[in-house]
């Protein structure tokens, strides 16, 4: 089973960017989707961002239009860009695989600390 570990999490003022990585041990081409996951202080984690290995891209409607979610192959690597980052975006992100139900399996990593604040 394929393991994530992530990485690029910072702290941030509002209205900057960031790029998340999410590290994977085997191949990501064989995972049918990875999700980006947030969890921010005292709230459920929720998914924010999935891309297919079709390439097919979801995002949460409270992060469409400055987050995107991009992979290379070659380095079995998921990355979130995000931008024009709010108060709100605070929270530790995760990745994690989903089946073709987009329903997440396999251990949480340790996730990356994001927090936006002036």
């Known amino acids: 089973q394929v393991q994530f570990v992530e990485s690029g999490g910072d702290l941030v003022q509002p209205g900057g960017s960031l790029r998340l990585s999410c590290a994977a041990s085997g191949s990501i081409y064989s995972i049918y989707a990875v999700g980006w996951y947030r969890q921010a202080p005292g709230k459920q984690r929720e998914l924010v961002a999935s891309?297919?290995?079709?390439?097919?891209?979801d995002y949460a409607d409270s992060v469409k239009g400055r987050f995107t979610i991009s992979r290379d192959n070659a380095k079995n690597t998921v990355y979130l860009q995000m931008n024009s980052l709010k108060l709100e975006d605070t929270a530790v992100y995760y990745c994690s695989a989903l089946t073709n139900r987009f329903v997440r399996y396999g251990n949480w990593g340790q996730g990356t600390q994001v927090t936006v604040s002036s």
């Open positions: 891309l297919t290995r079709g390439g097919s891209t």
